[in-house]
């Protein structure tokens, strides 16, 4: 048997899709998937039991300008897109209701897979957008539900994306794109194939630098990508390398009263990323006769993150004397205090108020390998293809966090305060903020940077899958997998030493999760033109360090990730129920529907401190619970080609519970003065959960105006959405009591009726992209945004601020923080190809 070379290079492309076939398996599309992450022998998609979307090289650059971000918020259905930290580089990806964010503290729920190497980072499970350079990106896959074969942190979902290659980007080429908010992309790119066709090579550059739209809110980017690849007629290896060096400014969350006629304004500032990264894999696969195939991968991953964050200072102290003042132990130097009766009616304690620079430095290596067998072999004569494979994970975390504090005369404090055995309560200011809201770290009441967290982590994870799936004859076929994972976790706190009886607050801990997770489908296809089909699957995600670093709401943490003790939490298991239909009504128009139900057992989220709108802890809630209905229409009319989608996602508390929310106007009222209930919110089975719109619309639409020139526009539509701290669903904007239901003595001071809406409205928002072939190797493009600049935010979440809107610092106010949505911007570019140009496969 004489394997084709064409069918290896396709086979060997993709780390979770596959477009060469074997005889046993054969299909008229090319669309043909793998069943896990690494290449193998693939199975044409009619067969498989869910609606998986493809994003091949072809669509990507049929839309001018775009990033792999915008292409799924554009197009994909089920999937929306908002700027959590506040920078176009740094996107939050939500699909079914589950995230793939870059930010600490959100409930994570995708995997993210690049060539085959799961790239979610160990601490915290993220997904750093900004290292994933999009220049280099292939293809993609979008491959929905709980499916256990592709490993941890699979709840809802997982991203497969691959990179390009020589073979399918062949020459030289420079691209420059420029406009709205001076940002400046340049980017050069060569690849190709030796003369014997043995050996194929590719390698770019891009730099990108932008001032950005808010204020104070620049960003630069250089992201290198390069790939080396020699093949045999039955053996293909790839060596790919990703390095990148980001600086991200991204101001988040902003108090609605700041935002009024300008929405470019910030809270705090700065707060600036680092993401140092340098990415290593090597994938193989070999054939060894025509029904079995090898393959496998092995990768290093080396990851420096380093953060500088301005920001509010609060911190609540009990009466106490020459003690430790607060059970959190986070300063333990504070001493000699004695707080009296303070504006809030609360007798135990009081609050000291301020600004801090908080920084922190995270560096994590990740070393792993993965292998796999593939026998598309008939069984008991009908035809069959079983894949049986392991892999192991490990990593070590090193992290440290630091803060340095200057406190305001703006707080409580009745008594006397030292810290270090220095006085410092007669020396206090309220000039803590510069005019551009950066701390002021020099003068009265600096205190020493000291460090609140120091921990090493090593986390490991070893595992064993296998899935078969079986025709059971032309139109019925049934798949069936399994996969257990074994992951250990052992936190070393450098800080604070060991767990003792007298050392309660060490973050030093070991523990370890496993389980097998299931799956099952089954697929009917009628014809080659129908397929139905319904599946059942399980995973798992173990808790991170963080996490379980940041566990105890008598120790809570400070966000991004200081941390305090840490009570064991349970892994997150997700079960999911699809079901849908796929077909074409005629040669040129397809069209899909699907339903699911998705369960989160022992959900993990952070949630607030009493008192706090920056500390809080992890905890598992119970069941969430996740229900929704994809629509999908596409097609193509002579030069005219579009497609159009409609998602409806539920996504609900699935058991009451009790959360904490300082701002809620539904929050419990006790007239007692030391009472904490007055922070509790009552969560009901049923309510919303936050930031996820039930409704959201797609139409693109594409026309080839002549053969070297196409107009394109994509209209998305979504539904309004529940913020964060009214996850009861509950909480009336602009009341007397916003803070306290009943209006009690125990509700916050400061101007309760500031507090905004529990809810942001629904947008809607429309696109423009154009590319024009000039000829001789030269093309145009331009990208126009916001079009009709739509007023829309596109998070929100109940908080507090000391800043009125003029932005002085003053008194805590009660407020929305929101995440304002672009503006109307605009882009042009062009791009020079010679010596073969770059072709999209």
């Known amino acids: 048997m004489k394997i084709k070379l064409s069918a290896i290079v396709a086979l060997a492309l993709a780390s979770s899709v596959s477009l060469g076939a074997a005889e046993k398996f054969t299909t008229s599309t090319i669309n043909v998937y793998s069943a896990t992450p690494l290449p193998s022998i693939g199975l044409p998609l009619n067969i498989v039991p869910a609606n998986i979307q493809i994003a091949t090289p072809k669509n990507i650059n049929n839309q001018a300008g775009v990033s792999l971000a915008d292409f799924m918020s554009n197009n994909l259905q089920s999937v929306s897109v908002s700027e959590m930290g506040g920078n176009p580089w740094q996107p939050e990806i939500n699909f079914r209701g589950y995230s793939a964010s870059p930010l600490l503290g959100m409930p994570q729920g995708l995997s993210t897979f690049v060539d085959g190497v799961r790239v979610n980072e160990p601490f915290g499970d993220v997904t750093l957008w900004d290292k994933i350079p999009n220049f280099a990106i292939g293809g993609m896959q979008l491959i929905p539900g709980s499916n256990p074969l592709f490993g941890l942190n699979t709840l809802g979902g997982s991203i ?27 980017l050069a790119e060569y690849g190709g194939v030796s003369k014997d066709g043995s050996v194929d090579y590719y390698i770019g550059h891009q730099t990108i630098k932008e001032d950005g739209w808010r204020q104070f809110s620049p960003s630069r980017l250089n992201q290198t990508f390069g790939k080396v690849g020699w093949q045999s007629e039955s053996t293909k290896l790839d060596l790919s390398y990703i390095g990148t060096d980001n600086n991200l400014i991204g101001n988040g969350f902003t108090p609605e009263h700041m935002l009024s006629g300008d929405r470019d304004q910030i809270h705090t500032r700065p707060d600036f990323t680092n993401n140092y990264y340098k990415h290593l894999a090597l994938n193989g696969s070999h054939w060894v006769n025509n029904n079995v195939m090898l393959s496998g991968n092995a990768y290093f991953r080396k990851s420096n993150r380093h953060t500088r964050n301005g920001d509010l200072y609060e911190y609540d102290i009990d009466n106490r004397v020459d003690g430790d003042p607060d059970a959190t132990g986070q300063h333990d130097n504070y001493s000699t205090l004695i707080c009296g009766t303070n504006p809030g009616g609360d007798a135990d304690g009081c609050e000291i108020v301020g600004s801090a620079m908080n920084r922190t430095k995270t560096k994590q290596n990740n070393y792993g390998f993965t292998g796999q067998v593939t026998f598309n072999q008939d069984l008991m004569g009908k035809k069959n293809q079983f894949i049986v494979g392991t892999g192991f994970d490990y990593s070590k975390i090193k992290f440290s966090q630091t803060e340095h504090v200057r406190l305001s005369d703006a707080g409580e404090l ?40 120091g921990l090493t982590g090593k986390q490991w994870t070893g595992s064993l899958f296998a899935t078969d799936t079986l025709s059971l004859n032309d139109k019925w076929h049934l798949n069936a997998g399994a996969r257990y994972n074994y992951t250990k976790v052992d936190n070393d706190d450098t800080l604070r030493g060991g767990y003792t009886a007298t050392n309660t607050k060490s973050l030093t801990a070991l523990d370890s999760y496993s389980r097998v997770n299931p799956t099952l489908g089954i697929t009917h296809t009628p ?6 089909f319904a599946s059942y699957s399980e995973s798992s995600r173990a808790p991170t360090s963080i996490e379980l670093g940041c566990s105890n709401p008598a120790n809570p943490c400070l966000l991004p990730s200081a941390m305090a003790d840490d009570p064991p939490l349970k892994q997150v298991v ?9 077909g074409d009504l005629t040669e040129s128009i397809k069209w899909n529907a699907s339903l699911y139900q998705a369960n989160n057992h022992n959900d993990i989220q952070f949630i607030r401190a009493p008192g706090s709108s920056s500390r809080g802890y992890y905890s598992n809630v119970g069941q969430t619970l996740r229900r929704g209905l994809d629509l999908g229409l596409s097609g193509q009319v002579d030069k005219f080609r579009w497609n159009t989608s ?6 609900t508390f699935d058991n009451g519970l009790t959360l904490l929310s300082n701002p809620n106007s539904s929050a419990l009222g006790d007239s007692a003065a030391d009472s904490d209930d007055r922070n509790n919110i009552e969560v009901s089975k049923g309510s919303r959960l936050p930031g996820i719109p039930a409704h959201q619309l797609k139409l693109r639409g594409q026309y080839q105006v002549t053969p070297d020139w196409s107009i394109g526009a994509n209209l998305v539509a979504f539904s309004s959405q529940y913020v964060m701290g009214n996850e009861n669903n509950k909480h009336v904007a602009n009341t007397a009591d916003c803070t306290n239901g009943s209006g009690g003595a125990g509700g916050l001071r400061g101007n309760d009726a500031a507090c905004g809406s529990g809810k942001i409205s629904g947008y809607t928002v429309v696109n423009l992209d154009t590319q024009y072939n000039i000829g001789g190797g030269w093309k145009a493009f331009a990208k126009a ?7 829309y935010y596109v998070a929100g979440r109940l908080a507090e601020t000391m800043f009125d809107a003029s932005g002085n610092y ?8 929101l995440l304002p949505g672009a503006p109307r911007a605009g882009w042009i570019g062009v791009r020079y190809e010679f010596g073969g140009a770059p072709e999209a496969k």
């Open 414 to 453: 009745d008594g006397t305060l030292t810290y270090n055995g220095t006085r410092i309560d007669n020396a206090l200011t309220a000039d803590v903020f510069d005019s551009t809201r950066e701390p002021v770290l020099s003068g009265t009441g600096v205190l020493a940077p000291t460090q609140t967290v």
């Open 574 to 582: 997700a079960k999911t129920y699809d079901f849908g239909v796929r």
């Open 160 to 186: 497969a994306i691959q990179t390009k290659s020589g073979r399918d980007a062949r020459g030289a080429a420079a691209e420059f794109e420029a406009g709205s908010w001076d940002r400046q992309r340049y």
């Open 646 to 651: 409609y998602s409806f996602i539920r996504a």
């Open 810 to 817: 003053g008194s805590e106010i009660k407020s929305l923080g």
């Open 785 to 791: 945004i916001n079009i009709f600049d739509q007023n």
């Open 527 to 532: 014809t080659d033109k129908l397929s139905v």
